[in-house]
T-cell receptor, first 114, second 111 residues
């Protein structure tokens, strides 16, 4: 089955700086790579996703890049703000028509220092 | 209107009891899931149902039994609860396994 590794487990950045979280996956059949943000006590919520036929996608201050050959993808947050503080999860899926659901990384606790 | 709703939000119970968590989605999705989030925040899939048919049953003790009466509902029944079952359980739904929408979670505490 799929295995997703995520780094770092904790990331502390100054407000206004950029944050980068990296993930690798193992199943070359995976073709869908979403990122979820989970605030304390709340549900994970999708913030951005990318499919394997695209190398990069951007939505305002967040962007995701995908290197299918190397099987890694990254989340980039620019001009970080206090409300960006949360746990971020990468995930991989889409093989077998999505029947296997998503396999999640272990999460990155992003701390924005004022 | 909440897209994926699960109840109860909190569940505190004694070891050995049997409990159920209910989940409903009004998004018209064809696939529903149960995920377990442990104290270290790791999200691990437990079950996946597509149109009421079980697709995934990860290595989960058979004390856990999902039930899907129709494609909008996926309930989770747990027998003989153990201390190690304490976690947050998330229901989720999707169309074709993408863009999972999660319920608000059920925090289960087994004493």
């Amino acid at each position: 089955g799929e295995n997703v590794e995520q780094h770092p487990s904790t990331l502390s950045v100054q407000e206004g700086d950029s944050a980068v979280i990296k993930c690798t996956y193992s199943d070359s059949a995976s073709n869908y790579f979403p990122w979820y943000k989970q605030e304390l006590g709340k549900r994970p919520q999708l913030i951005i996703d990318i499919r394997s036929n695209v190398g990069e996608k951007k939505d305002q201050r967040i962007a995701v890049t995908l290197n299918k050959t190397a099987k890694h993808f990254s989340l980039h947050i620019t001009e970080t703000q206090p409300e960006d503080s949360a746990v971020y999860f990468c995930a991989a899926g889409g093989s077998r028509g999505g029947a296997d659901g998503l396999t999640f990384g272990k999460g990155t606790h992003l701390i924005i220092q004022p | 209107d909440t897209a994926v709703s699960q109840t109860p939000k909190y569940l505190v119970t004694q070891m050995g009891n049997d409990k159920s968590i209910k989940c409903e989605q009004n998004l018209g999705h064809d696939t529903m899931y149960w995920y377990k989030q442990d104290s270290k925040k790791f999200l691990k899939i437990m079950f996946s149902y597509n149109n009421k048919e079980l697709i995934i049953n990860e290595t989960v003790p058979n004390r856990f039994s999902p039930k899907s009466p129709d494609k909008a509902h996926l309930n989770l029944h747990i027998n003989s609860l153990e201390l190690g079952d304490s976690a947050v359980y998330f229901c989720a739904s999707s169309r074709n396994g993408e863009k999972l929408f999660f319920g608000s979670g059920t925090q289960l505490s087994v004493l």
